[in-house]
């Protein structure tokens, strides 16, 4: 049976603005933005195509399906797609040899981004006009006689 593809979509947050994805991972709390290119072999993994037809839906011939190759392995790496346990039957495109077959501007791109987690965001430091007795005041500032950061 051929390799179907299928995106994750539990404990995902998705946010599509123009022509990127922003995808948050609530397992990892690690946020990624793709590219459109990568975005749209993203949602053609609905676990019904193989990765042939993936790239036939593409298009661009044989330079769209090194890059559907190619960023597959990606949305696996960046635990994107659903995993059966099964390691991937796929024979992964090195990025220069990706570029050397269709150039660098053909290339998706998926990037990571560091999102703190909700507590980290947080500020431990109280400002002007805030009671310095819960928190410290925020450097530069320092408490005065009536408890309040000044």
């Known amino acids: 049976m051929a390799n179907r593809p299928k995106a994750r979509s539990d404990q995902l947050l998705v946010q599509r603005t123009g022509e ?7 397992r990892t709390h690690r946020a990624l933005c793709l ?26 011939g044989a330079a769209g399906a090194a890059v559907v190759s190619w960023t597959l392995t990606e949305l696996e790496r960046s635990r994107l797609l659903e995993s059966d346990g099964a390691e991937a039957a796929r024979a992964a495109l090195s990025r220069r040899a990706l570029i050397r077959n269709v150039g660098l501007a053909a290339i998706p791109v998926i990037i990571a981004i560091t999102a703190p987690r909700a507590r980290a965001a947080v500020s431990t430091c109280s400002t002007v006009g805030q009671p310095c007795t819960t928190n410290p005041c925020c450097p530069g500032l320092t408490c005065t006689a009536s408890m309040i950061c000044q």
């Open 20 to 26: 990127e994805t922003l995808v948050y991972d609530e």
């Open 35 to 60: 590219d459109a290119r990568a975005a749209r072999v993203w949602q053609l993994c609905d676990g019904t195509r193989s990765e042939r037809e993936i790239a036939a839906s593409y298009g661009e």
